[in-house]
């Protein structure tokens, strides 16, 4: 019996790998980001008009909204898998964003309501 050379290298990245983000990725993640960025908006100017209190929208609905959105983005991840069919890096450093988004809304009303 013969017996073969072992070969140590890693396997070439071929056709049959995933690219590492593909455009469905992006256009997921872009989603994410413009749901998020309206949310915000919303609230600000909600506080600018004074439809409601901006510490009540600095102490409770801001945190409580971005996190709302934080828990259904990390809900769809596996709807977000089965779409793309790649990896889900972009996908979970996009879903951390409006946590993010929460000490920029305290940075942001705290400064424009001292």
């Given at each position: 019996?013969?017996?073969?050379?072992?070969?140590?290298?890693?396997?070439?990245?071929?056709?049959?790998?995933?690219?590492?983000?593909?455009?469905?990725?992006?256009?997921?993640?872009?989603?994410?980001?413009?749901?998020?960025?309206?949310?915000?908006?919303?609230l600000?100017?909600?506080?600018?008009?004074?439809?409601?209190?901006?510490?009540?929208?600095l102490?409770?609905?801001?945190?409580?909204?971005?996190?709302?959105?934080?828990?259904?983005?990390?809900?769809?991840?596996?709807?977000?898998?089965?779409?793309?069919?790649?990896?889900l890096?972009?996908?979970?450093?996009?879903?951390?964003?409006?946590?993010?988004?929460?000490?920029?809304?305290?940075?942001?009303?705290?400064?424009?309501?001292?």
């Amino acid at each position: 019996m013969a017996q073969q050379m072992l070969d140590y290298r890693a396997p070439e990245r071929g056709s049959e790998h995933a690219p590492i983000v593909n455009r469905r990725s992006v256009a997921l993640a872009a989603v994410v980001v413009a749901a998020v960025i309206l949310a915000n908006v919303v609230l600000a100017e909600a506080a600018d008009r004074h439809w409601l209190s901006p510490t009540r929208i600095l102490t409770r609905i801001g945190p409580i909204t971005n996190s709302l959105l934080c828990v259904i983005s990390f809900a769809l991840t596996p709807l977000v898998k089965r779409l793309t069919g790649g990896p889900l890096a972009l996908h979970i450093l996009v879903s951390l964003l409006p946590i993010a988004a929460i000490f920029a809304d305290v940075f942001l009303i705290g400064n424009a309501f001292p």
